[in-house]
Every structure is written in structure tokens, then in C-alpha cells.
């Protein structure tokens, strides 16, 4: 059989000594060809694994209905979640989706937009990595013509449509959890305030403190949101684990080795110390003790964000508004606090 990536109209015209045009109306079907060449040259195509040439077709006809996604990474129960909340939309819709992974490194960020670019897909769905701070790639996008829905790690600076959990009140709710478990010296593990999210988490975890009546204390925030930093900063945070009783951390992957070090090092949880997450990985209820955490919806997400590009790219002349959709979270109380 002939390579189907080699296959083209003009070699099914060839082979069956029709012309080009023949071919490519029978293939559509079209009323001017008879039933016996349409049979014909379907039987063949489906033969030869014939395949339309989809940049040739998005060529023609302007549309490639592809859209591009960039992803900090993707072994991430949370941005898997979110995929799947595209691709169910997506698909249903007659749109194909290329996934990019930035790997929280801006240049290879930077290349993925490009690349997309390049490819000539619709629209763009991104969520930006913890490494940019640049956004010349983004604003590119939008200049070609090529619009974007931001998610979760949204880009302030660029306007457009955006979809984010509530991370304040999340956090507000964590912090608050542990407070009414009766801890008071509650330390956190944050993200870096450029981001939007690890912004809000702090804000939300300081106003939940001030409301109850406890003053902040600038040693109990330390940047630190992943397992690598955990490690990094294990004899900061053993130094203070004497004196604190609690502590809210901005992803799951960070509290349980936050809880790992500190059992390794004779703290238990949550008798000495409770620990809360962000996220409700699968992990968090396997772990021991079993993790409180915040539960955020990545599948709605994902599918809000996809909703909101396809209707703007369905709807090209229209004028519609840029909107924030906003995600409501829940808590998930285990065994960790």
C-alpha cells in the first residue's frame, strides 16, 4: 500500500485515469458525478488511506479549526483535568487541539506560541509559567489576528478573556480552617507574587489571620511551592517548626513534602503541626495522614475557557465584552489538620 502521506487528488485522478476534479467532487459527494465514479473512487481512497491535506484545506478556507493550548506541564492531575475539559469541548465542536508544554521555562513559552503561530491554528488557550515575565509572545498572538483565553496563571497585562479559580477566598477558607482547628502560628508556603495566584493565596491567607485577630508575621511566609523547594528551604522551615502549629501551602505536591519532612524529623501531623494543600491532586487522599485541601474544578475550568475562545472565533465581527470567569472552590477536610 502507498504511504497515506503521500497520497494526494491528483495521484488518485492518476491511478484511476480521471481527472483531479472528478476526484475531488466525488469525494464531496457532489450531485454532477455518477454513483458508479463516486463508489470508485471512494473504494480507492479508502483503499490508499486517503486524508485531505488539513493546511492545504486551512489555506483555502481561512479556518484551520485548530486551537493551540500552552500548559506549564501536564503530569499534573490539575492541568490533565483541564485538557480534558478542552478536548471535550473542542472536539465536540469539530475543533482539533495541539497541547504545548511550556515546562515552566518562558523561552520554551515563548517558542510554543510561536509555534502555533506557525501552524496557523484559530485561537489560543494558555496558562503562563512561573518563569515569564515578559509577555511580547502573547501580545504577537493577538496582533496576527489569532485571539486568547488565559486560565488559571492568567496574563494581567494582556486583555483578553480570562478563566481563574477563586484563589482568595480558597486560600481565605484554608487559612481559616486551620484557625478554627485552633491553630494561631500558621506558616506559609507560597508561590512568587508575580503570578497572579500566588498573589491572591497570600492575600486570602492574610486576611484570614487579621480577621481573627492574629498579626502576620513576615517569617511565616516563605516562597516555596514546589517539592525541589521544600527541599531547599528544609532548615528554614525546621527551624520554625518548634513554635508553629499550622501550615497552608499553595499546591498539594508541596504540602506533602512539607509533611515528609517534618515527620522525618519527629514533627507529627496534625497533632504538632496540621498542613493544608491547594488542589485535591488524587495523591492527596493516599498520602499519610490523608491531606486537607482545596478542591478546584480543572475539567469546568478547562471547558469554560474553550467555550469562551470558540465563541469569539464563531462570532468574528461581533463586539464582546473581555470577561473574567471566576471558578468557585470548595475545601476537602482529611486527617492532615
Known amino acids: 500500500m502507498i504511504k497515506s502521506h503521500l497520497i494526494s487528488i491528483n495521484d488518485i485522478a492518476r491511478a484511476l485515469g480521471i481527472s483531479p476534479s472528478t476526484v475531488s467532487r466525488a469525494l464531496k459527494d457532489h450531485p454532477d458525478i455518477s454513483t458508479e465514479t463516486k463508489k470508485q473512487v471512494q473504494a480507492y481512497a479508502e483503499k490508499v488511506n ?71 491554528v484559530d485561537g489560543v488557550l494558555a496558562s503562563v509559567s512561573k518563569t515569564s515575565h515578559d509577555w511580547g509572545h502573547f501580545k504577537d498572538l493577538i496582533d496576527s489576528g489569532i485571539p486568547i483565553v488565559f486560565f488559571d496563571r492568567v496574563c494581567e497585562e494582556v486583555e483578553t478573556d480570562r478563566v481563574v479559580s477563586d484563589d482568595l477566598e480558597a486560600s481565605h477558607l484554608a487559612t481559616s480552617h486551620l484557625i478554627n482547628t485552633g491553630r494561631r502560628k500558621i506558616l506559609h508556603l507560597a508561590s512568587p507574587e508575580h503570578l497572579p495566584i500566588g498573589k491572591l493565596r497570600r492575600e486570602g491567607y492574610l486576611q484570614a489571620l487579621q480577621e481573627h485577630g492574629i498579626e502576620p508575621n513576615p517569617q511565616y511566609i516563605i516562597q516555596c511551592d514546589t517539592r525541589e523547594e521544600v527541599k531547599a528551604h528544609s532548615h528554614e522551615i525546621l527551624a520554625l517548626a518548634p513554635e508553629i502549629d499550622g501550615i497552608f501551602t499553595v499546591n498539594d505536591f508541596t504540602a506533602i513534602a512539607v509533611i515528609q519532612l517534618l515527620q522525618e524529623n519527629g514533627f507529627t501531623v496534625p497533632d504538632q503541626i496540621a498542613v493544608t494543600g491547594f488542589g485535591n491532586d488524587p495523591i492527596a487522599s493516599i498520602v499519610s495522614p490523608s491531606l486537607t485541601t482545596v478542591e478546584q474544578k480543572g475539567f469546568e475550568m478547562g471547558q469554560n475557557a474553550v467555550e469562551m475562545l470558540i465563541k469569539r472565533l464563531e462570532n468574528p465581527t461581533a463586539f464582546i465584552d473581555f470577561r473574567t470567569v471566576t471558578i468557585g472552590t470548595s475545601l476537602v477536610k482529611r486527617r492532615s489538620t
Open 50 to 120: 486517503y486524508r485531505p491535506n488539513a493546511l492545504a484545506l486551512s489555506l483555502k478556507r481561512q479556518r484551520s479549526n485548530t486551537l493551540g493550548l500552552i500548559i506549564p506541564e501536564i503530569v499534573h492531575h490539575f492541568f490533565s483535568s483541564i485538557i480534558s475539559g478542552i478536548e471535550s469541548v473542542a472536539y465536540a465542536k469539530g475543533y482539533r487541539v495541539i497541547i504545548c508544554q511550556s515546562n515552566e521555562d518562558y523561552k520554551r513559552e515563548v517558542i510554543n506560541a510561536q509555534a502555533l503561530l506557525d501552524n496557523r
